[in-house]
């Protein structure tokens, strides 16, 4: 490495971030560039391990150690270590189409097996990422580069969220014909309509769709194949087919008073926040100012409605889940190079503390039924404590604990049941018993010839640098099925 001793010589520096009480005020990106003499110092902490975790993407105990990318994180550290910036884009684009947005958006599980953060905080690797591309737009490098030549083949994706993209990223420099089928306005899928625009502007969407489509991909929105286009029709036009749905069946809360007016799902909620944003001036039609908001759900979708709410001015916010506080520190039975499962501020609890004075994070808590008055409207819930739940999902309450809380807004942010029914009934797909799509991780190859599945249909509910692999792994597996032979990495 450039400096073989950083690790011992530096402190690790946090990304910069804005203001977080001043950020509530507006829709734009919470993180700030990191100064380069800043992010020189970060990649200089990156040891010579010999043997480095943070780019092996291995599955331990059902979460994820390292990056499933595989990306080239010593290599890129030490180029930009070395300030050569064009060498460090090099190495980045090797292993990931998009790491504008996994720069942005992963919860950097490479950091989490990192060798330094065996006992020091890790190296930086997320802001040392997103750097190297955000230099490589504002300088120009990143540039619309077209396959050479073209194959007879042509290709419909299914879907346009992370994996899809990447399956059409990496056909389309097979030199296939790619058409991306999205059936919603915008092309972007859980990328442009589900993680808000705080953490991803849509500008960043819109400028990797385009450069695409400069590239010779082409994008169909409004379309929602199975129904607007058959099967049938897609199989008679097309040499392939790629299901990259995502995992879109949420689950539900069943609970007395569910029918109250003021319940939504999560995903439908910050949906209509950012088409609020995009195609409204920003007047949030979905609105919970000077409202009573509880989401229940104690995970990222459920901090992403804790901050949209903030935004539209919510009265007050809490967010319930079943679970423990994490410990400070890793335990004995979550040691390294496992994710960490420790306690940590996202962003929007960093807010919702600056604005409320207090972190709205309610643990051991499960709603045991919505309230309602004479019209229909959620005016409350009643809660119980629990000791905690098992992994069968089963709670123990705590006796005497009942509890109301006011509310005029629930937002129901407890996850994904795998794919939408109609997924199976208009592709004929088998299913497993998760209800995702069945199709073996490796080959990709559905129960029905030329069809494929990637990312969260076929996964199930995970993070965007994993779609992104997925994509790219099953666009592999399709080049090799219509050409019997594949040069994509």
Known sequence: MGKATGFMEYDRIPSPVRDPKKRTRDWNEYSLPMPEVDLQIQAARCMDCGVPFCHTGEE??????????????PEWNDAVYRGEWREALDLLLKTNNFPEFTGRVCPAPCEGSCTVAISEPAVGIKSIEKAIIDRAFEEGWIKPQAPLKRTDKRIAIIGSGPAGLA???????????????????????????????????????????????????????????????TMEQLQAEYDSVVLATGAGNARDVQLPGRDAKGIYFAMDYLTQ????????????????????????????????????????????????????????ARTIKNPWPQFP????????????RAVYGDDPRQYLVSTTEFIKNSRGELTGLRTIDVDDIDAERNIKP?????????????????GFAGTTKS??????????????????????????????????????????????????????????YLMGETFLP
């Open 398 to 414: 705590v006796p005497n604990s009942e509890k109301i809380w006011e509310a005029d807004i629930v937002l129901i942010a407890v």
């Open 60 to 73: 331990i105990k059902n979460g994820v150690s390292g990056c499933p990318l595989h990306n080239l994180i």
């Open 273 to 328: 926040s950012i088409k609020d944003i995009l195609d409204n001036n920003g007047v949030q039609t979905m609105s919970a100012e000077g409202k009573n908001v509880i989401v229940i759900g104690g995970g990222d979708t459920g901090a992403d409605c804790v901050a949209t709410a903030l935004r539209q001015g919510a009265k007050s916010i809490y967010q319930f889940g079943h679970r423990d506080k994490l410990p400070d």
């Open 167 to 229: 399956c059409a990223d990496q056909l389309n420099k097979a030199g296939h014909t790619v058409t991306v089928f999205e059936k919603s306005d915008r092309i972007g899928g859980l990328l442009m309509y589900g993680i808000p625009t705080m953490k991803l502007e849509k500008d960043s969407v819109n400028r990797r769709v385009n450069l695409m489509a400069e590239e010779g991909v082409e994008f169909v929105t409004n379309i929602e194949a199975g129904k607007d286009i």
């Open 423 to 480: 997924v199976f009934e208009d592709f004929q797909v088998a299913k497993t018993n998760r209800h995702t799509i069945d199709a073996r991780k490796g080959f990709y190859r559905t129960n029905v010839e030329g069809v494929f599945a990637c990312g969260d249909a076929r996964y199930g509910q995970s993070l965007v640098v994993t779609a992104i692999n997925e994509g790219r792994e099953a666009a592999r597996e399709v080049d090799f």
């Open 341 to 352: 499962k420790v306690f940590q501020m996202d962003y929007a609890h960093n807010e919702a």
